[in-house]
């Protein structure tokens, strides 16, 4: 049986919890107990802490479609990096008010992968400033 890779470890995690409809239980079974993602110079420690921030993420955009744009790893598998996309309606999303308006968000995930094949670490860049300016100008 050949090794699955770590671009296709990190596309299983993005088809099962961000594509619908979105499985947040799986990451149990794809990232590591001590789990940590960083995001907007936030950090989350703990595969538990994750998974709440990924279920509140997820509320906030209704109607989410999430498309991988490119994918690619290191030499040895150990980091990947993936760019992506996401489209659907605000619910709320950065603490705007729930509106209904289309949303577009771009980012840049790098991951970390464990020699076991398990997601270590995950730090998150994206646009989301000029997606809160988006939705709150002339309000």
Not at 2 to 27: C, G, M, T
Not at 49 to 75: C, L, P, Y
Not at 106 to 125: I, K, Y
Request: hydrophobic content about 35%.
């Amino acid at each position: 049986m050949r090794k699955r890779s770590s671009v296709d470890l990190v596309h299983e995690f993005w088809a099962q919890v961000w594509q619908p409809p979105q499985n947040y239980d799986a990451i149990d079974d794809l990232a590591v107990e001590d789990f940590v993602l960083i995001t907007g110079g936030t950090r989350i420690e703990s595969r538990e802490a994750f998974k709440q921030w990924a279920r509140e993420f997820g509320s906030k955009i209704d109607d989410m479609d999430f498309e991988v744009v490119e994918s690619f790893e290191n030499h040895d598998g150990s980091r990947v990096a993936s760019m992506w996309r996401i489209t659907g309606r605000n619910n709320g999303v950065f603490g705007t008010e729930p509106s209904g308006e289309p949303i577009e968000m771009t980012g840049t995930a790098v991951w970390a992968v464990g020699e076991d094949g398990r997601l270590l670490s995950n730090r998150v860049e994206r646009n989301a400033y000029e997606v809160f300016r988006k939705l709150t100008e002339g309000k």
